[in-house]
């Protein structure tokens, strides 16, 4: 039996095809030369394509020699290990073809040696780690379960180092062939969980274990034809698009691009479209579209078919992918369904449950840009400023009314506050106060980076917050050129994402921070597409903060537990939630939007100041005269005059008993009559 599993963790281990890159790094004194270490991996490169065996044999030995000659002559050097990493693929791969205790000891004397390198160089050292460890479990014939104990604990070695995704994919392969169904499930879970934007665990997921569908964060930085570089998801946080791959050597490409346009016909303005040709036309397919009559946005894609972008969310075409507000997509298989969904999967729909609502995309806009940071209507500051600051603040809608407006009469208020802020620093250029306009003018400027997606706009943000923070300010002034270069940066990818956010608390007095940060950096953590550092935030924000009326806008979206459902997550159809349910989440709408697991909510209710429609005034809960009361919150229509909406059937007929909103509120005079 121990015979039959060492096979098998060796078929796994020898034949998985997972390869990891070899990390570059600045040559550096001591160091073994850059163009020796480049030589010995185009030496191994084309050792495998020698035109026997024999041959192939001899040019991997003169591998292992070269590198040995390296390691001999600089033994301390610290890039010695990508070396090591060269010598250990070359002999695994000749132990795979000449099976020698020779060749087998030699293996395991590398293995020792390359085990030795630090968490920074995790992904080299793992195949060596996990080879050691076979040995040490066949040295005491170690059963399935001893096995299991110890690839369990091998992943936890493995967590939070460049060695972590790597170590997944090994695992995902060997835990079946140990009988250990749960540490694979839950190694699946874990690939969803932290490696839901790995292009490498993606494309693994998808061709070795053969997944049916995959909840994945599109990811990339593309050019357009002008040069302008779209980072995904960051650019369009808070708009859903359809990324659409295609080719026009494909027969009848241009009916696909058309049915697959249908969509903007259908919902006007709510998805933007992104084209990547698959051809490597000079102008990325631009002018095929426009004759086409699309209105894309064409988008370079270098290598085409075997690009990584097309091998991971492509794989066939012509093929639309929706990415939603979060810039989460489900891919789904590249052949069948399978049983009961006649066969082929159809490349141009998808479930109208994935259409997300308007105003609820204006809300999450409102957020990524961050117009909470600028609700604050004080104008206890200077004088002159007081008016202009009037006239600006109206271009900032507070919420929820603010979700209510479409995207051109957001986008317009943006341009105009721009325009307003401008002038006023122009006209009021020594006054003190003037951070309180161009923290305005940031926002303002964040706003048209969303809502148009056109990162000049984010560049100019980022120079009025850095002149601002280059001057003196009180702390409160700080706030949102902080959030504005945290943004950026977040953008850009430079440093690691939780001490960015770390750094961004701390900046305004950490533990002790105002509510308003706190809020800010829960935001800055769905940028960063890190649940786990949401929902710290999340929970600092709802413990210490709720009663601050500064962020309240933030507030509500943190509690709605719809929101919460769809957080970081793909939107899924009845049928699809099997998908969900695989990984342990809780996947009814119902279930979750009535306990999810969440603490319930337990706090008062704050204090509400409403009109009554004679004139008068209901404070709440002050004026409830120790009564139960329920607050029935609907929306009028917009015609003062006008009834209330009627839910229409399936033939457009009003329908009789299916009616919720006049059910509720019968309800609710029946209560209120008790």
């Known amino acids: 039996m121990t015979a039959l599993i060492t096979r098998i963790f060796l078929a796994a281990f020898l034949f998985a095809g997972i390869f990891v890159g070899v990390v570059k790094s600045q040559e550096a004194a001591g160091d073994i ?9 185009k030496e191994l490169a084309e050792a495998a394509d020698a035109s026997s065996s024999t041959r192939m044999r001899r040019a991997y030995k003169s591998v292992v020699r070269d590198g040995e000659k390296l390691l001999k002559s600089s033994p301390a050097a610290p890039n010695r290990y990508r070396v090591l990493d060269i010598v250990f693929q070359s002999q695994k791969r000749l132990l795979a073809q000449e099976k020698s205790d020779e060749n087998r000891d030699a293996l395991l004397e590398t293995c020792a040696k390359l085990a030795e390198a630090p968490d920074e160089l995790a992904d080299l ?21 001893e096995r299991a104990v110890a690839l369990a604990e091998l992943i936890e070695r493995y967590r939070g180092t460049p060695g972590e995704a790597k170590s997944l994919m090994f695992a995902s392969q060997i835990a079946p062939k140990l009988e250990a169904f749960d540490l694979e499930m839950q190694i699946l879970r874990t690939m969803q969980d932290r490696f839901s934007d790995h292009h490498g665990v993606i494309e693994f997921r998808r061709k070795s274990l053969a997944a049916g ?140 449950v994935r259409i997300t609502s308007g105003r609820y995309l204006a809300q999450l806009q409102s957020l990524f840009i961050g117009d909470f940071l600028v609700a604050d209507t004080d104008d206890s500051g200077s004088e002159q400023l007081k008016a202009p600051l009037r006239v600006i603040q109206e271009r900032f809608v507070p919420g929820p009314l603010r979700y209510r407006l479409t995207g051109e009469e957001a986008l317009a208020n943006y341009q105009k506050a721009v325009q307003l802020c401008g002038e006023a620093i122009v006209k009021f250029s020594d006054d003190p106060e003037l951070w309180r306009i161009r923290n305005r003018k940031i926002i303002a400027l964040l706003g048209m980076w969303k809502m148009t997606g056109e990162p000049k706009y984010l560049e100019q943000a980022v120079q009025v917050a850095r002149d ?84 309240w806008p933030v507030t509500a979206f943190l509690r709605d537990r719809f929101h919460t459902l769809d957080l970081l997550k793909v939107k899924l159809s009845r049928p699809e939630r099997r998908v969900r349910a695989r990984y342990g989440d809780i996947v009814s709408p119902r279930a979750h939007a009535v306990n999810h697991g969440l603490d319930p909510m337990t706090r008062r209710l704050p204090d509400i100041a409403l009109k009554t429609l004679d004139g008068g ?38 329908t009789k008993n299916d009616d919720p909103l006049r059910n509720v509120m019968d309800y609710a005079f029946e209560f209120a009559e008790r």
């Open 33 to 41: 030369s850059e163009s020796e270490i480049v030589s010995l991996k």
């Open 125 to 145: 050292r793992l195949e060596a780690d996990m080879l050691l460890s076979e040995q040490r479990l066949s040295a005491k014939n170690a059963d399935v379960k």
């Open 213 to 352: 569908r995959i909840e994945a964060l599109f990811r990339g930085t593309f050019k357009r034809m002008d040069g302008t570089s779209l980072c995904f998801p960051v650019d369009r946080l808070g708009h859903p698009c359809l990324m659409v791959f295609w080719s026009k050597r494909t027969e009848g490409f241009d009916v696909a691009l058309k049915k697959i346009n249908e969509y903007q016909d259908e919902h006007p303005g709510r998805f933007d479209y992104y084209s990547f040709n698959l051809d490597g036309l000079p102008d990325a397919g631009e002018a095929t579209l426009r004759d086409l009559g699309l209105n894309w946005t064409a988008l370079q894609l270098p290598g085409g078919r075997n690009s990584q972008t097309f091998r991971t969310y492509g794989r066939r075409e012509p093929v639309s992918i929706l990415v939603n507000a979060y810039g989460y997509t489900l891919l789904t298989p590249t052949e069948n369904y399978g049983r009961g969904h006649d066969g082929k999967v159809n490349p141009y729909r998808f479930d109208d």
């Open 468 to 551: 601002l923070l280059a001057s003196s300010l009180p702390e409160r002034a700080k706030v949102v050129p902080r959030f504005c270069m945290a943004k950026a940066a977040l953008r850009s990818g430079r440093g690691d994402v939780k001490s960015t956010l770390s750094k961004f608390v701390e900046a305004a007095g950490g533990a002790d921070a105002a509510g308003v940060v706190v809020a800010a950096a829960a935001i800055l953590a769905l940028d960063a597409n890190s649940r786990e550092l949401h929902d710290h935030y999340r929970g600092i924000v709802l413990e210490k903060h709720t009663e601050d009326p500064a962020i």
């Open 617 to 654: 005034t209901l404070n709440l809960p002050k004026n409830t005269k120790g009564k139960l009361t329920l607050l029935l919150f609907v929306e009028p229509p917009a015609d003062p005059g006008a009834d209330f909406p009627v839910r229409l059937d399936a033939k457009g007929q009003p």
